[in-house]
């Protein structure tokens, strides 16, 4: 399957997202400190849920790790990565476990809804622009409440790494960002 222009574009942002020392290749220390980020954005969640959350990078790494770091180098560089992303059949659990930790990072009253400071908040510590996350938000029609459901945002973050998606939600994320 050939991904879409949409999905690489997705996945390149991603890529440079999580190299979070901007040296060109993702490392476990990458995974680390993004996992401290976000964890630290949402103090009321609770203990369980970032700890989830953090195991759930954890595997996202150990997938790669596992699936790309053929020389034990312990990096991976963005072909490496786009290659593995974009192949659901080798990444699905991994997104799946990230999905599902993330956006319960976004619910600390655990009643399956993520309002929009909270999603925000998430949003920025990974790294997205503040404009985009706004229209992601909008995309996922939030209540009168301003909330969106957990389980939309997991659905959500899930379309987003698979290839033949175009179209979606997450696109918003890309807009205006150049190459």
Not at 89 to 103: G, I, K, P, W
Not at 159 to 167: A, L, N, V
């Amino acid at each position: 399957m050939t991904p879409t222009s949409e999905a690489t574009d997705r996945v390149e942002l991603v890529f440079s997202l999580f190299d979070a020392d901007g040296n060109g290749y993702l490392e476990q220390a990458d995974f680390d400190l993004m996992s401290s980020r976000v964890t630290a954005a949402v103090p009321a969640a609770r203990d369980a849920v970032k700890e989830r959350l953090t195991a759930s990078f954890g595997g996202y790494w150990d997938t790669l790790r596992t699936e790309l770091d053929a020389n034990g180098d312990g990096r991976i560089s963005p072909e490496e990565f786009t290659s593995v992303v974009l192949d659901p059949q080798r990444f699905d659990t991994a997104v799946d476990e990230f999905a599902e930790a993330l956006a319960a990072m976004g619910d600390p009253e655990g009643d399956g809804l993520v309002a929009r400071p909270e999603f925000i908040a998430l949003m920025i510590a990974i790294g997205f622009e503040r404009r985009n996350i706004e229209t992601l938000f909008d995309a996922f029609e939030p209540d009168d409440g301003d909330r969106i459901r957990v389980a939309t945002w997991a659905d959500g973050i899930r379309d987003y790494y698979r290839p033949e998606k175009s179209g979606i939600p997450g696109d918003h994320l890309t807009a205006g960002l150049t190459r």
